[in-house]
Nanobody
Framework: QVQLVESGGGLVQAGGSLRLSCAAS????????MGWFRQAPGKERAFVAA????????YYADSVKGRFTISRDAAENTVYLQMNSLKPEDTAVYYC??????????????????WGQGTQVTVSS
């Protein structure tokens, strides 16, 4: 079992930055692919970013490319999402998730076995 806890969300003005953290316990994250998803009010959960288990491959949604960066710290057993140039449309609850190392598409929610509880990000205009 992997337990994931997100933190770092909050209220920020458009153009600002936030860094989300996803701390894991139970197992080392180095054995898992990691992803970030978000869900805005009234919308379905959407893929944001992911790294495969070896961190060789990184994936981003088109809407966040060039603004968001996913990274992982093996020593801290933590995954981060650095979010810059935030826009009001980035407002959502952000979730981190862990997937088996050789699973299917990392841009798809069903590929992930473990999910955090989410952290709210609100971007004001």
């Amino acid at each position: 079992q992997v337990q994931l806890v997100e933190s770092g969300g909050g209220l920020v003005q458009a153009g600002g930055s936030l860094r989300l953290s996803c701390a894991a316990s139970g197992r080392t994250l180095s054995n898992y692919a990691m992803g970030w998803f978000r869900q805005a009010p009234g919308k379905e959960r959407a893929f944001v970013a992911a790294k495969n288990w070896s961190s060789i491959r990184t994936y981003y949604a088109d809407s966040v490319k060039g603004r968001f960066t996913i990274s992982r710290d093996a020593a801290e057993n933590t995954v981060y999402l650095q979010m810059n140039s935030l826009k009001p449309e980035d407002t959502a609850v952000y979730y981190c998730a862990a997937a088996p190392p050789f699973g299917s598409s990392l841009t798809s929610g069903p590929s992930y076995n473990y999910w955090g509880q989410g952290t709210q990000v609100t971007v004001s205009s």
